[in-house]
């Protein structure tokens, strides 16, 4: 992204997602689809950082933040509309039709961001880099420690988060006696309505100037009551549902509180694609262990203990004061 620019690379991707989830929708073996998904997952890869990148070189001040804010909604909830998606076809065998919907929806959002897309200026002085230069400038933001921290800060309540969305439907589903369509409808609708609030509210609440430490703890807070409630095995769906959009709205919260502070500690914004992507592998590291985890526990006290230790090492990690100095300048 930062040596052939925000445009190109963000195009290429969404025709690489497409690709995939058409290869993926037409697969008769395993050994077929894994490789679909990973085609897939690349061009997913390179949506997620190229997207903060663009915001990164094309806003500043109070619009940005509120952008980044906003924009650290979008795997919750395209996970969530994920499941929105794939609930017709559960009682049925035609997983496939999902994919193929899927596949629809991005051919369809293509010619809007040919359209929409600005054409930005990046690209032109890394593009004549040697490619040692190029890697020496990945590694200084690699070696850069408040990139690290934010990388985890963000990375773990998105484990928590994405943790819950596997174990909740079939906990509540166990629990609460309800089917799996009806809880997973549940959670993802739940989700869509409270992330938006949470990420926007803070967004709102960190234009005005109000600390992202300050907002980040409140949210982890508001994320443990959550996650306390939400698997009390006593609690009733309503309660549960309650608690769900609860920890669904403190997730947005933290989401878009750490997310804001990536222009902070990037410095230079010719460096940004390295750094939403460094941030980004830090995230998709941890929903990587997230379903092993997950699924390997079965007591509301794991459950919640989990989320309590993965939530205080994101807030201890925040790198929330000062900002780093891009090369070069004084």
Not at 140 to 155: D, K, N
Request: glycine share 8%; charged share 10%.
């Amino acid at each position: 992204i930062d040596r052939y620019g925000v445009r190109r690379s963000m195009l290429f991707a969404v025709a690489t997602s497409s690709l995939g989830s058409l290869l993926a929708s037409r697969a008769h073996s395993l050994l077929a689809l894994d490789c679909a998904m990973l085609i897939s997952g690349a061009g997913f890869g390179g949506t997620c950082v190229s997207a903060p990148s663009l915001l990164i070189r094309t806003l500043t001040g109070p619009i940005r933040t509120r952008a980044m804010a906003f924009w650290s909604t979008f795997a919750p909830i395209g996970y969530a509309g994920g499941l929105l998606l794939a609930v017709p076809f559960t009682a049925h065998d035609a997983w496939h039709v999902a994919l193929r919907v899927h596949v629809a929806i991005l051919l369809a959002v293509l010619p809007a961001l040919v359209w929409l897309l600005p054409r930005t200026a990046t690209g032109t002085a890394t593009s004549r880099d040697s490619l040692r230069h190029t890697f020496s400038r990945m590694l200084s933001i690699i070696r850069e420690p408040r990139v690290l921290r934010l990388g985890i800060a963000v990375a773990l309540p998105n484990a928590v988060s994405y943790g819950t969305s596997l174990a909740i439907p079939s906990y509540l589903a166990r629990v609460h006696h309800l089917t799996i369509a009806t809880s997973s409808a549940a959670v993802a609708g739940a989700k869509i309505a409270a992330m938006i609030i949470g990420g926007l509210s803070m967004g709102y609440l960190l234009s005005r100037a109000v600390s992202a430490g300050l907002l980040f703890g409140t949210m982890v807070a508001i994320g443990v009551l959550a996650q306390t409630l939400l698997f009390l095995p006593s609690s009733g769906v309503a309660l549960a549902t309650a608690a769900l959009i609860l920890w669904l709205f403190a997730f947005g919260g933290m989401a878009g509180a750490a997310m804001s502070l990536l222009p902070n500690v990037v410095g230079d914004p010719a460096r940004s694609g390295v750094a939403s992507g460094v941030v980004n592998q830090f995230i998709s590291l941890a929903c990587f262990a997230a379903p092993s985890t997950w699924l390997a526990l079965h007591s509301s006290m794991q459950f919640v203990l989990l989320a309590l230790l993965a939530l205080l090492a994101s807030l201890f990690a925040l790198p929330y004061k000062g900002a780093v100095r891009a090369p070069g300048r004084s």
